[in-house]
């Protein structure tokens, strides 16, 4: 079945420091999502990417999906403490439901 | 809006044991999702359902776990009997649409389900 991977799992960065976390996908995406869990709560949808080489930006994050649509990434410039959480990209195929990368937990060191 | 809304918070209970965890989708919603969260295996989509139906269960892992949708504002998972590697966070999420992998998802707070 469809697989989404995701690395790195953990990333420790100083607060003020660039943060990137990637996704990749064994088969063709249609679209791919990004969500944010801060710890103890629940994924809140940052963005959807369709088109083969899209690149959004919200404030500091910048989202890519790759031209052929098997990988994607986040960036975010200049971490702050707000950022802490764990970042999960979801994919469509084939199969008509998303699914979940395994996730990158960010640390920002103050 | 309140959001989907879920039902307990937290729930621990013994191995063998009937757990019921509980939704509210956010009014207006067409499609429900249930998800289970584990350090293991990440977020794994158990079952979904649009317009109250039952549209893709292939997630459920056994005969042990079934949900319901009696009507557009409320569902159910169920789990009977409990097993201690069942323990995980489960979220209800909502879509407005047909539930389709295009679609954003709202998830609620979550169920964190200890069996011991």
């Known amino acids: 079945g469809q697989q989404v991977m995701q690395i790195p799992q953990y990333q420790h960065v100083q607060e003020g420091e660039d943060f990137t976390t990637y996704c990749n996908s064994s088969t063709t995406l249609s679209n791919i999502q990004w969500y944010k869990q801060r710890p103890g709560g629940h994924p809140v949808f940052l963005i959807q990417?369709?088109?083969?080489?899209e690149v959004k930006k919200q404030k500091r994050l910048t989202f890519q999906f790759g031209e052929a649509k098997k990988n994607s990434s986040l960036h975010i410039t200049a971490t702050q403490t707000t950022d802490v959480g764990t970042y999960f990209c979801?994919?469509?195929?084939?199969?008509?439901?998303?699914?979940f990368g395994s996730g990158t937990q960010l640390t920002v060191l103050p | 809006d309140a959001g989907v809304i879920q039902s307990p918070r937290h729930e621990v209970t013994e191995m063998g044991q009937e757990v019921t965890l509980r939704c509210k989708p956010i009014?207006?919603?067409?499609?429900l999702f249930w998800y289970r969260q584990t350090m293991m295996r990440g977020l794994e989509l158990l079952i979904y359902f649009n317009n109250n139906v039952p549209i893709d269960d292939s997630g459920m892992p056994e005969d042990r776990f079934s949900a319901k949708m009696p009507n557009a504002s409320f569902s159910t998972l169920k789990i009977q009997p409990s097993e201690p590697r069942d323990s995980a966070v489960y979220f209800c999420?909502?879509?407005?649409?047909?539930?389709?992998?295009?679609?954003?998802?709202?998830f609620g707070s979550g169920t964190q389900l200890s069996v011991l």
């Open positions: 979801a994919g469509s195929g084939s199969a008509r439901q998303l699914t």
């Open positions: 999420a909502s879509s407005p649409g047909t539930g389709g992998s295009n679609e954003k998802l709202f």
């Open positions: 990417l369709v088109k083969s080489g």
């Open positions: 009014s207006g919603h067409n499609s």
